[in-house]
């Protein structure tokens, strides 16, 4: 249980108040809550719920599942020989073509860690961005309007329970689109995680020499 | 090494890469963790993170698959050219083992 989990049920019913005078009452025109509420596209309660929803430890399980996955290809590279004491056209197609699937595999083994790392930065901005959150909704419960809002009656149109509204509202979505700002960062940030591996370089067919001969004993 | 060996852990690896791609769509905890249901753009962010990963992990399944096809085609050639040993040997009456130079 985080910060968010213990600031929420007090809040849900201050963010539902604040839901309602916003769809009842509207908002001043040239209110900053209207320019947050277009670039988060959801009322302060629903982007709320949205993050008291999310559980980065799936996330963080979920990375850690990729990551244990990784030792699986380092060790099959690692079970098969760089060089075989056998000589011949055999063994040097064997010598030829082992660089190119052990760096294959090594490269595959190195994305998959970059996978993992992009679950974990996204665990670690859900946790980042709950934390925010609850410290706005820390901040909005103990705030004048908070009171305004509670004391007010909502089927009114009192000038001051429609500003509290939207004021509350504009600083929550304010903190929803700076956590979306950052969520989008971390996403471009690990776009390398889909780079592709090239085709495996299997090396050069190996040399049959036009005196080449095989000797039986 | 003797070629037959080689032959055999080039088949155990080529099995072992086989059982790890498929592990691997395994891995994916799907859309809703992302926040892929979600309203908004929030949801959007969500679904494109979702995406990315699944994307990413698709990106190394293709790998795997390349990997385990060279793997495998290295495995066919060894155990030609040892079974091209064996038949030199059983010509022979078997004096030599499969592995020896050629």
């Known amino acids: ?217 | 090494m003797e070629l037959d060996e080689l032959e055999t852990r080039l088949d155990a690896a080529a099995d072992r890469l086989a059982r790890a791609a498929r592990a691997l769509p395994g891995l994916d905890p799907g859309s809703r963790p992302f926040g892929a249901d979600g309203p908004g753009r929030l949801g959007e962010l969500g679904r494109a993170m979702s995406t990315q990963f699944t994307a990413a992990l698709d990106a190394r399944d293709r790998a795997a698959g390349s990997a385990g096809s060279a793997v495998a085609h290295l495995g066919a050639g060894m155990r030609h050219a040892a079974a091209g040993y064996r038949d030199v040997d059983a010509d022979r009456g078997g004096q030599s083992p499969a592995g020896g130079g050629a």
Do not use: K
Request: hydrophobic share 45%.
């Open chain 1, 1 to 217: 249980m985080d910060l968010l989990d213990r600031v929420y049920p007090p809040a849900s019913d201050l963010l539902s108040r604040v839901d309602r005078a916003l769809l009842s009452l509207g908002a001043p025109p040239g209110h900053p809550v209207w320019s947050v509420l277009r670039a988060v596209g959801a009322s302060p309660a629903d982007a709320v719920a949205h993050f008291v929803a999310l559980d980065p430890g799936v996330l963080t399980e979920a990375a850690r599942a990729v990551r244990t996955s990784t030792s699986e290809w380092h060790e099959i590279v690692a079970g098969l020989p760089r060089s075989i004491d056998s000589q011949g056209v055999a063994a040097e197609a064997y010598v030829n073509a082992w660089p190119g699937i052990a760096t294959h595999l090594e490269d595959l083994a190195g994305g998959l860690d970059d996978t993992s790392a992009f679950l974990g930065a996204v665990a670690d901005w859900m946790a980042r961005s709950r934390r925010s959150l609850a410290g706005t909704l820390a901040t909005c419960l103990g705030s004048q309007e908070a009171l305004m809002l509670r004391a007010g009656e909502l089927s009114g149109t009192s000038h001051a329970v429609i500003v509290s509204a939207a004021d509350l509202g504009a600083q929550v979505l304010a903190m929803v689109s700076h956590c979306l700002d950052d969520g989008w960062q971390v996403r471009d940030r690990f776009a390398t995680v889909l780079t592709e591996a090239g085709p495996v370089d299997r090396g050069p067919a190996p040399s049959v020499q036009s005196g080449h001969r095989i000797d039986v004993r």
